[in-house]
């Protein structure tokens, strides 16, 4: 973690905070991305000044001009982190320091203002700790967004020298329909999510942005999920519109694309990886190509499929749509390791199993 110092918040609660009654209410079926929390922390960077004007303070909209370039040049990135109630109703946040150092990553590859890890938890830790009633118990948690956007008002094609930080969190529950135990996902053979050389490691807006048509022709097919290919060949799995893949083999062993600038280094991925491993998985990270995805699931090698992400947690791939037709992964429902790494995974999560990794983070 960065040494820097700390900054101080400046702190101005909601004068109007949402009444106890409306929060439960709210609390009891969220909706993802839908239903947001009183407040929000925000922190600007100035070229020359650093960073400063640190405050917790009542959710509202920014005023920007039209000339503000985040609107014209796309220098936006992102967090995506959970806050969880776990026994006794102690508020825990999972591994929120790899959140802060791909948020670090992550500026550096969009050329913008690097934030110190300490601040950034210190931010997530404010917002998490004032709004804390919004954070459900049973299945649900909070999830916060993190992000940051050139601020500064000019027309050139240049890195800005203004930047606005933000923390804003909103009550979840499971990211694809409740009761599904398994979704089904189209393989585009069109469109791509990034190239060799590109921002595919950087949680940017624009990543996202490009690969919403892939998602509507997904949604199109009858499917919950784009899988991309690779921008070279056409050929080899990359990963989810927003989550990576791992795939489980007849020997037991877990397969997963491999992380070469393509790929968003998910942290969930990385959990996956140890988890699995500290089991007795053996974990291959090698490139894995469609044609054998499809012959391997056909014959029974690949016995189970699952993607992970914050959102999704770990959920099972049950069937595979393409341009040439359809196959089922296994008996189309979720399997045996994809459960049991799921149960694991939320288990340390939610501090219903007992963490040996250390990636529990307790909010005082």
């Known amino acids: ?52 004007d640190a405050r917790v303070e009542a959710r509202r909209p920014f005023q920007i001009d039209p000339a503000c370039a ?8 992102f967090e995506g982190m959970k806050a969880y109630r776990g026994e006794g109703g102690k ?9 802060a150092r791909r948020f670090r990553a992550s500026a550096a590859r969009m050329s913008m203002a690097d934030l110190p890890e300490a601040t950034f938890l210190q931010a997530v830790e404010a917002l998490v700790d004032i709004d804390r009633a919004w954070i459900p118990g049973s299945q649900g ?18 890195a800005s020298a203004e930047f606005i930080f933000c923390v804003i969190a909103c009550p979840v529950g499971p990211y694809f329909k409740p009761g599904k135990s398994a979704v089904t996902v189209w393989v585009s053979d069109q469109y791509t999510r990034a190239a060799s050389g590109g921002t595919g490691a950087a949680k940017c807006g624009g990543n996202y942005a ?32 927003g ?22 280094p998910g942290i969930t991925r990385a959990s996956i990886i140890e988890l699995a491993r500290h089991e007795g998985i053996a974990v291959n990270e090698t490139p894995y190509d469609f044609a054998s995805w499809r012959a391997d699931a056909a014959s ?5 499929t699952f993607a992970c992400g914050t959102a999704a947690v770990v959920t099972a791939i049950g069937q595979v749509r393409h341009a040439g037709g359809e196959f089922t992964i296994g008996n189309g429902g979720e399997g045996e390791v994809t459960q049991r790494l799921r149960a694991l995974l939320t288990g340390i999560q939610r501090g219903s199993i007992a963490d040996p990794f250390g990636w529990v983070h307790h909010v005082a």
């Not at 985040?70 to 990135?77: D, N, S």
């Not at 990576?244 to 600038?261: E, Y």
């Open 300 to 304: 029974g090698r690949v016995r189970e």
């Open 243 to 264: 989550m990576n893949v791992f795939f489980v083999m007849d020997d037991g062993s877990l397969r997963t694309p491999p992380l070469k600038g393509t790929i968003l």
């Open 210 to 241: 490009a690969s919403l048509i892939a998602q509507t022709e997904a949604a199109a097919k009858g499917c919950d999920q784009v899988v991309f290919l690779d921008a070279a060949e056409h050929r080899w799995i990359e990963e989810l519109g």
């Open 141 to 158: 948690s909070l999830y916060l967004r993190p992000f940051m956007f050139a601020s500064e008002n000019f027309l050139g094609v240049r």
């Open 70 to 77: 985040v609107l014209h040049y796309a220098q936006e990135i």
């Open 1 to 52: 973690m960065s040494t820097e110092n700390s900054l101080q918040f400046a702190l101005e609660p909601h004068p109007g905070p949402t009444p106890a009654d409306q929060i439960a209410s709210s609390l009891e079926n969220p909706v993802f991305g839908r239903v947001f929390t009183d407040h929000m922390v925000t922190i600007r960077w100035t070229d020359g000044r650093g960073w400063h």
């Open 91 to 99: 508020i825990s946040l999972f591994r929120p320091l790899e959140n």
